[in-house]
């Protein structure tokens, strides 16, 4: 049975950077659960899906083209073939991206996708509910968490580099905060930490402070050499 370290938490706390680098330490399959969904909601999008129908997005869910690769020390996603890139980290995107993760079709096909990739080995999945809905058993769950204001900074820096956009720091700690509340209040998986589930506040921690907190929280026979 593969191991599973299981990390949740808001946008814009850590997930992603804290993620990959244990993934790379323990050489376990960094997993991005959110692009699953980011996915899901670019193809709504794009077909003229309206992300306002629960219905429709129901109905679409299931005929996307998922793929899922093992590559460079993660699992890569291809929609018809193709990379989406940037094109799901887009403002657009972000503003749709919680209406379609609320809806039970969407969950219950991801939460799917994201327990079969235990056939490639252990994995450290990064997501809003990995802790409390689809890996609720693993010994390894955290919940990592900062101010809204450190979590706008970093969002924001990160756009900018990316290219994505150039929006202000109060624009994406609206955007930011407008889906905290979308996903901790939806009727399925909403995001929350899981009883048992160590807390991170990585407000005024460095990266490698995070990354040092979750090894040592870990189970001593996956970190041993």
């Known amino acids: 049975m593969a191991n599973v370290i299981a990390i949740d938490g808001p946008s814009g706390a850590g997930k992603s950077s804290v993620s990959r680098i244990v993934g790379q330490r323990l050489g376990y399959l960094h997993v991005d659960s959110?692009?699953?969904?980011?996915?899901i909601t670019w193809q709504c999008l794009e077909n003229g899906v309206n992300?306002?129908?629960p219905e429709e997005i129901g109905a679409f869910a299931e005929k996307v083209d998922i793929e899922c690769r093992p590559e460079n020390g993660a699992i890569a996603y291809y929609v018809g073939g193709e990379a989406p890139g940037n094109r799901i980290r887009t403002p657009?995107?972000?503003a749709h991206a919680s209406k379609v993760a609320r809806e039970k079709p969407v969950r219950d096909r991801i939460t799917a996708i994201l327990r079969g990739m235990?056939?490639?080995g252990n994995l450290v999945i990064e997501g809003r509910d990995i802790t409390t809905a689809v890996f609720p058993d693993s010994p390894a769950r955290f919940y990592l968490t900062a101010s809204a204001e450190a979590r706008a900074r970093r969002r924001q820096k990160e756009e900018v580099e990316k290219g994505i956009a150039n929006q202000s720091a109060e624009a994406v700690k609206a955007s930011l905060l407008a889906r905290d509340a979308i996903d901790s209040t939806r009727k399925y998986a909403p995001l929350k930490k899981a009883d048992g589930a160590i807390e991170i506040?990585?407000?005024d921690l460095t990266l490698?402070?995070?990354?040092?907190t979750v090894m040592r929280a870990l189970p001593k026979e996956w970190t041993a050499a």
């Open 201 to 203: 506040d990585s407000s």
């Open 92 to 94: 657009e995107i972000n």
């Open 118 to 120: 235990t056939r490639y």
């Open 51 to 53: 992300t306002d129908s």
């Open 208 to 212: 490698d402070e995070v990354v040092e």
């Open 34 to 39: 959110g692009a699953l969904y980011r996915i």
